[in-house]
């Protein structure tokens, strides 16, 4: 089994930036893929970025790129979400997921093993 934990979120205003964190703890070893989703009120599940964890490559949603950047700390077991020039529309629970396996849909929700319980980021406008 793998946990995530999130953190980082908060309340900002449009053009401020925002780090988020997801350590992972357990079975790390078997992590492949780690990501980040977002669901905001009344909405679907939506990708937002992706990382391989072995090898770094990485995979955005078309509304982010240029804006949040993905990263990796393997010796902290931990993935970063850095968001830069946030958005209203940004706004949602943000959420972490783990991967066992590589799966080409990288950014469908069914691809992942583990979900980290959220954090809620507000951007005000």
């Known amino acids: 089994q793998v946990q995530l934990a999130e953190s980082g979120g908060g309340l900002v205003q449009a053009g401020d930036s925002l780090r988020l964190a997801c350590a992972a703890s357990?079975?790390?070893?078997?992590?492949?893929?780690m990501g980040w989703f977002r669901q905001a009120p009344g909405k679907g599940r939506e990708f937002v970025a992706a990382?391989?964890?072995?090898?770094?490559?990485?995979y955005y949603t078309d509304s982010v790129k240029g804006r949040f950047t993905i990263s990796r700390d393997i010796a902290k077991n931990t993935v970063y979400l850095q968001m830069n020039s946030l958005k209203p529309e940004d706004t949602a629970v943000y959420y972490c997921a783990a991967a066992r396996f590589y799966r080409a849909n990288v950014m469908g929700a069914n691809s992942y093993d583990y979900w980290g319980q959220g954090t809620q980021v507000t951007v005000s406008s």
């Open positions: 990382m391989r964890w072995a090898g770094g490559s990485t």
């Open positions: 357990g079975r790390t070893f078997s992590i492949d893929t």
